[in-house]
């Protein structure tokens, strides 16, 4: 399986930028996936990174180092509505491809 | 276009009795996967159906859990007899395609979860 580290929270201001840090440990690995969590509500797909390098989607971009087995997801000018728990999902090849998923970060925006 | 369907969202039963949850996926998703997220943890894969046939049931508890996708469409996840340690949120989850066949296919869609309480 996979150890997939992430902090548990982190707090922010409204209008800031906050960096959700993920390292994992895989034999296979083939692809990172960020989700977003809110309270009670089921997991909705942000990012994906397969190659090294930045992907950028609007205030949200994901970073990702295979070398280093290490990604973050960078959210850049911090809204109320982006309180939530961010979850780091990693896939292995040698799983059958299955998705191991973080504990979360769960991220406080403050006015 | 709806999205992932469970019912019920909330189950509340005593420890030794039966309960089932119910999952409609995106139409047109061939994969269908059920997970388990114990508070303040990340989704844990139970089983991942491709049409009809599970292809990864390596981590459902075969002694009281048991699931099916008649049809290649809806699927059931049942346990029986419930255990206090079965607390948690039973999400379900679709994909047009499976794992390696690329992001629009392998995207997975989550519904908004049953919330267990065994008592």
């Known amino acids: 399986g996979q150890n997939i580290d992430q902090p548990t929270e982190m707090t922010a201001t409204e209008g800031a930028i906050v960096q959700i840090n993920c390292t994992y440990q895989t034999s296979g690995f083939n692809g990172l996936f960020w989700y977003q969590q809110h309270a009670g509500e089921a997991p909705t797909f942000l990012s994906y990174?397969?190659?090294?390098g930045l992907e950028e989607k609007g205030r949200f971009s994901s970073f990702l180092s295979r070398s280093k087995g290490y990604s973050y997801l960078l959210l850049k000018e911090l809204q109320m509505k982006d309180s939530a728990s961010y979850l780091c999902?990693?896939?292995?090849?040698?799983?059958?491809?299955?998705?191991?998923f973080g504990a979360g970060t769960t991220v406080t925006v403050r006015a | 276009e709806a999205g992932v369907v469970q019912s019920p969202r909330y189950k509340i039963i005593e420890k030794k009795q039966p309960v089932a949850f119910w999952c409609n996926p995106i139409?047109?998703?061939?994969?269908l996967y059920w997970y388990r997220q114990n508070l303040g943890q990340g989704p844990e894969l139970l089983i991942r159906y491709e049409n009809e046939e599970a292809v990864d049931d390596s981590q459902l508890p075969k002694d009281r859990f048991s699931a099916e996708r008649l049809k290649g469409v809806d699927s059931t996840l049942k346990i029986q007899p419930a255990e206090l340690g079965d607390s948690a949120v039973y999400l379900c989850?679709?994909?047009?395609?499976?794992?390696?066949?690329?992001?629009?296919?392998?995207?997975?869609?989550f519904g908004p979860g049953t919330r267990l309480l065994v008592l």
């Open positions: 989850a679709s994909s047009l395609g499976t794992p390696g066949q690329g992001l629009m296919r392998e995207t997975q869609y």
């Open positions: 999902a990693v896939r292995d090849r040698g799983g059958d491809y299955k998705l191991s």
């Open positions: 990174n397969v190659l090294d």
């Open positions: 139409s047109g998703h061939n994969t």
